[in-house]
């Protein structure tokens, strides 16, 4: 079955860097887009970026543009967000997920790492 793994959370203070990983199996990795997805406390979800196959193009909400990347190691199965610059707003539960069949939107989920940015 499907699983998605996320690590790499925890507390930093603002200006810091962080670099989540999420480790995936149950499906053929390298042919799915994958996503970031956040939710803070008090407020919805939020997608944050995307990445997709063929030429891995990427995909960023603007708020993070400039300081978080997303990377896909195929090979390894795993998806990543390296985040720089990090900022009080910053602080949510990440959340990985995987896209569906023909881009149709996330199928499934993963469990989440939480982010804590504070002094």
């Known amino acids: 079955q499907v699983q998605l793994v996320e690590s790499g959370g925890g507390l930093v203070q603002p200006g810091g860097s962080l670099r989540l990983s999420c480790a995936a199996s149950?499906?053929?990795?390298?042919?799915?887009?994958m996503y970031w997805v956040r939710k803070a406390p008090e407020k919805g979800l939020e997608w944050i970026s995307a990445i997709y196959t063929g030429r891995e193009k990427t995909v960023y909400i603007d708020s993070v543009k400039g300081r978080f990347t997303i990377s896909r190691d195929n090979a390894k199965n795993t998806l990543y967000l390296q985040m720089n610059n990090l900022k009080v707003e910053d602080t949510a539960v990440y959340y990985c997920?995987?896209?569906?069949?023909?881009?149709?939107?996330?199928?499934?989920w993963g469990k989440g790492t939480p982010v804590t940015v504070s002094q």
């Open positions: 997920a995987k896209d569906s069949p023909g881009y149709n939107g996330i199928d499934y």
């Open positions: 149950g499906f053929t990795f390298g042919s799915y887009g």
